[in-house]
């Protein structure tokens, strides 16, 4: 079996070249570059360079604008909400994020939301932007509709992630990145592509009801009608907490949508009625200094401890490490750092194609 | 079969004076009963009146200081820590949620933590404070441990909730309140006392591994060796997302316990090597106009929107009902205004005790 690599340096250039061509600044480009490429060098390959494609299209449909520069509409020394002006996610969600930290660093806290803007790539992104300052992170958006709410058989919701960071003193850095659903909808198309079926209490079809199969979830999904879809995080029902996952997403969406005049639940869309749309996607950031609490060194010297004892606490049978967030990514990340980032083959031919289209050099590790 | 039921006017004033006798002031006594007859209202008796007797025991025992008063240790426009002097929790969590909302009304965000505090009753109590002001209210506590990290046997952090509420025009609130656990440990309790088995990805014993055997889970916990107990929101492993709840767990941790100063993870206890130990219970309290974002009159409609749309979505097969957060408690707490509280034998046995031994009348709902 071949498999192919590339270095990541290599890979956010080549991404960035590819944004560029399609009319996006220099800085712009490199945003949305080094998300998917950071996304990738942490494991989250469902956020990698594979979406790359996408935001292609979404330029070339229109609903993706990539000269549009974020417009700040409300501004009050701890609170910003700002028109991204349906430009790309990730220059607009940096700017957000650069904002909130801003703010914080003159009143403790700052929060920015933006709203009319597009996919932002992996939200961890975002928030980890405060760690440089000793400052708490977090990022949340809402996104298309792909989640049941309890009870219902419509996918009326995001899978609405929310990212939660914290700095430390000599262990790494706390990452908390997690969909409010139960998987991202990347995990059914790979038991999709597996011919596998999924484990019941992840997803529905149209019935509203728990099913193994994931082709008929993602057929649905992708006709659009929004009929059946994947289940909040807990599940099903009531029986082992599916409401509080429903109810999370919910709370991501006022953050993100409801309260920044931006879309929510089903008008999320890239097509309505078969036209394209501006999806109007809404984040949410904020950055909060723990110094305004605590002493910053009692702060992360805590932080150090409360992971340690987390790490060592006792392993239930049958399993070999505790684990805490951030950790498998970081270690991940300096694997793939080091030997390269692993490409499946649709992504290749994906980058291969924009490499001749765009004539960007595309430089693959050699292997031996 | 009879069923005993209490006006919850008299029950709040009974539990209200039980307090006073333990030596709190009459505003304080206030709110903890408040706090927990409100819960009773809303139907969620595992934090109603059933808990007055912990928390006398608290107060005889030397853990909960009934006449402690908070105390501002760090201040700033918009961020306050607050030291609760071991005192009850309900009277700090209420200063705390008033400071926050003071301070959102002078910049748009307000947030306070409180640490050395005890048991404070149920979070939505405190988030749906915001709501008079037309605030987002934000409510969090950390607690004792009862909840493995993934893959751990451990009980090592608290069910941790998280309550969200958000003001309405016409729509009633909407008020999300939520362990981070997939169940809270009176549901074990409850199917203990009926000789059920619980369902498999619920808890786990001694093992690590899921369990049936409620009473086993249980006896564990009171022992207080920590070993097995709850799992985290999406169950045991990774499978259906438990590291997620396991993350939310604790960020609230962070959030409540490791900024303000206050205990974290297993230092959360009441006893230690068998003696009575305060807690040191932490708070998080946030409040956010959303007219620093959007108009007010727009954030209301658009919540009512978004409510209506959740509600009118298609149900899955068999089911009759799609319901937001909040609207169940608000019903329950209709009909509980009407007809009274029904409470259990248990806990009209310990309220008939206190009734006897400070002299204070109690009167329950005749039946005919």
């Known amino acids: 079996m071949s498999e192919t690599r590339i270095h990541h340096e290599d890979l956010r250039i080549f991404a960035q070249q590819v944004i560029m061509k399609m009319g996006a600044s220099e800085e712009d480009a490199f945003y949305v570059a080094d998300n998917l490429v950071t996304s990738n060098l942490r494991g989250i390959d469902s956020h990698g360079v594979g979406r790359l494609k996408r935001y292609v299209e979404g330029i070339r449909t229109g609903y993706i604008l990539p000269q549009a520069k974020p417009l700040v509409v409300r501004n009050s020394p701890v609170i910003a909400n700002i028109n991204a002006m349906n430009g790309l996610g990730q220059p607009s969600g940096v700017f957000g994020m650069k904002v909130a ?78 969909a409010t659903s139960v998987v991202p909808s990347g995990k059914l198309e790979v038991y999709d592509r597996k011919g596998q079926s999924i484990p019941l209490g992840w997803a529905t079809d149209e019935t509203g009801k728990s099913t193994e199969n994931p082709s008929q979830v993602l057929k649905n999904l992708y006709r659009g009608l929004g009929e059946g879809g994947i289940f909040p995080l807990g599940g099903e029902g009531e029986l082992h907490g599916g409401h509080k996952g429903y109810g999370l997403a919910t709370m991501v969406d006022i953050l993100c949508g409801v309260i920044s005049g931006g879309n929510y639940l089903r008008d999320l869309k890239f097509f309505k009625e078969g036209k394209p749309s501006h999806p109007r996607i809404g984040h949410f950031f904020m950055a909060l200094d723990p110094s305004y609490f605590i002493d910053i060194d009692s702060f992360k010297t805590r932080m150090d401890d409360m992971i340690v004892r987390l790490k060592n606490a006792e392993r239930a049978e ?37 490499s001749r289209e765009f004539s960007i050099d595309l430089k693959f590790i050699e292997s031996n």
Chains 1, 2 share one sequence.
């Open 101 to 178: 930290i801003e703010k914080c660093l003159g009143a403790g806290v700052g929060i920015a939301t933006v709203f009319d803007s597009n996919h932002y790539g992996f939200a961890g992104y975002y928030a980890m932007m405060a760690l440089e300052h000793d400052l708490i992170g977090i990022s949340m958006t809402n996104s298309e509709p792909l989640v049941v709410p309890t009870f219902s058989r419509n996918a009326m919701i995001g899978t609405n992630p929310i990212a939660f960071v914290a700095p430390t003193k000599t262990e790494r850095t706390w990452v908390m990145d997690l």
């Open 318 to 354: 049958g399993q070999g490490r505790i684990f805490v967030h951030g950790e498998k990514e970081f270690e991940e990340q300096d694997l793939r750092e080091e030997k390269g980032i692993p490409l499946d083959e649709r992504t290749v031919e994906s980058l291969t194609e924009f």
